[in-house]
């Protein structure tokens, strides 16, 4: 397993902060448990969706974010993160 850069940590720390803002890390955290199998699929669809998203959001991003969901240790962080933020 590929570890993550500094830059995709970062992303994944930002993420967490605004869900733990919003108080959705109960719901994110079964969403996460549950659809993990999944996301690598979630990550092919953005490629696939990328032109249509790139009307509303820059394109470099879409991909960032696709690069994230197929990578697991992004996912794992992301759990961990938000058991860990009160």
Do not use: D, R
Not at 11 to 37: N, Y
Not at 58 to 77: D, S, V
């Amino acid at each position: 397993m590929k570890p993550l850069s500094s830059l995709e940590a970062q992303t994944v720390e930002k993420v967490a902060q605004k869900i733990t803002q919003w108080g959705l890390q109960l719901p994110t955290l079964f969403l996460l448990e549950a659809g993990q199998p999944l996301s690598f699929i979630g990550g092919q669809m953005l490629w696939v969706l990328q032109p249509a998203a790139s009307l509303f959001f820059p394109t470099n991003q879409i991909g960032h974010w696709a690069k994230l969901l197929e990578k697991p240790a992004a996912l794992k962080l992301l759990q961990h993160k938000l058991e860990t933020h009160k």
